[in-house]
């Protein structure tokens, strides 16, 4: 019996199992000109920030009406008041000195003068000496006069000889007096420059429209020369100074479009507040930095004047152009496979398009190769993916 039932038992014909559909993501792809926008994070810094110091030493008499921390001054305005008795004293001695230096300078040249004329004097007596002598010498020989008169004769004309030589060397020495006195003169304008220089640094002022901090200064205070008084940031001249990895800076310094020149803009965060300022890159870092192999670039941040709320030590993000590529197509990074290969859905299944990575930006790629305008592209990752799988677009 169990045998019967054993033979005659009905046989199940196997079912083929049925073929998988899998739900995926899909994006159409768009051949054109890309020009993705970067994204860096950077610093707001100041293109001027100056420690302001004391040229001269003194004690403090006056401050500037807006002399505190975070006081906004213009160019000119007072900053700190040294006290000036002693540099007007220097001023004072320094005009006293040059008009005596002058006034002895006047001195000598009445001394030369008198001696020329002097010396003209006794040239015109040597003359008349020497001719005296010559007409006593023919005399002598005729022996109309004595001995004694041609003698008395040489003697007065070698006394006006004499006399000339000295004259001529007092003029040397006068001329070389004066020629001496004129460099205490150039000597003692100098001083008195160096005077009037003292006198006008008792008064510290800002060189630029600005924002003060770091005041250390007060009425009554006594500074050294170079004391520390303020820092000045000038608000008007703001950057932000950025890193670019060292793809992005090979990739941009290539570019026709060129890095310096390159508009962006700045958002500064605050709160739940956003501020946005345009910007253009305006230089890049003297050095690669060699941790990250990138470089430091700056930003000009256009900030419409010193009322700005904008800040040095502000962290902004930087939107800025990457260069111009040409016919690409812009795809999520889960779309390529291997760094070579994208799948593109064809009457519901897999097909693979051999493509070269281009550039990477943000979470998307930009590749170009075998893809066609237009076509389906898989955007969805899942185990067995590969040509041929059913697919189902959601």
């Known amino acids: ?218 009425i009554g205070k006594r500074l050294p020369i170079n004391g520390h008084v303020a820092r000045l940031i000038d608000l008007n001249h703001l950057e932000a100074k950025f890193h670019l990895s060292d793809d992005e800076f090979g990739r941009l310094v290539k570019a026709p479009e060129r890095l310096i020149g390159r508009p962006a803009r700045a958002v500064w965060r605050v709160g739940a507040q956003n501020f946005e300022y345009s910007a253009e890159i305006t230089r890049v870092g003297a050095e690669i930095d060699a941790a990250s192999g990138g470089v430091q670039a700056y930003a000009n941040v256009d900030t419409a004047g010193a009322r700005t709320s904008l800040r040095p030590g502000a962290f902004v993000e930087i939107y800025f152009l990457d260069r111009r590529y040409r016919q690409v197509a812009r795809l999520p990074e889960s779309a390529l496979h291997d760094g070579d290969k994208v799948y593109v859905v064809v009457a519901g299944r897999l097909q693979q398009r051999l493509v070269a990575l281009v550039a990477r930006n943000g979470n998307d790629v930009l590749v170009h190769g075998e893809l066609a305008h237009g076509e389906t592209v898989a955007a969805t990752r899942f185990p067995g993916m590969g040509p041929g799988v059913k697919v189902s677009a959601r």
């Open 1 to 218: 019996m169990a045998g019967y039932l054993q033979a005659t038992k009905p046989e199940l014909e196997p079912e083929a199992p049925m073929e998988r559909t899998w739900l995926i993501s899909t994006v159409p792809a768009v051949i054109a000109d890309h020009q993705p926008e970067l994204l860096a994070y950077g610093e707001i810094v100041a293109r001027r920030d100056v420690e302001m110091r004391t040229l001269v030493a003194g004690q403090i008499t006056a401050v500037g009406e807006n002399f505190v921390d975070g006081g906004r001054v213009r160019a000119g305005d007072l900053l700190v008041q040294i006290d000036s008795f002693e540099f007007d004293a220097a001023v004072a001695e320094g005009e006293a000195q040059i008009m005596e230096t002058e006034a002895r300078l006047a001195e000598i040249q009445a001394q030369v003068a008198a001696e020329e004329s002097n010396l003209i004097y006794d040239r015109e007596q040597l003359e008349i000496s020497e001719r005296e002598w010559q007409r006593r010498d023919v005399l002598a020989k005729d022996k109309v006069i004595s001995e004694k008169a041609l003698d008395d004769s040489r003697l007065a004309r070698n006394e006006r000889a004499r006399t000339v030589a000295l004259g001529e060397r007092n003029l040397l020495v006068l001329r070389a007096n004066a020629d001496r006195q004129r460099a205490v003169i150039l000597q003692a304008r100098v001083g008195l420059k160096r005077a009037r220089r003292d006198l006008r640094n008792t008064r510290l002022l800002a060189p630029f429209d600005g924002l003060l901090t770091e005041t250390g200064a007060a």
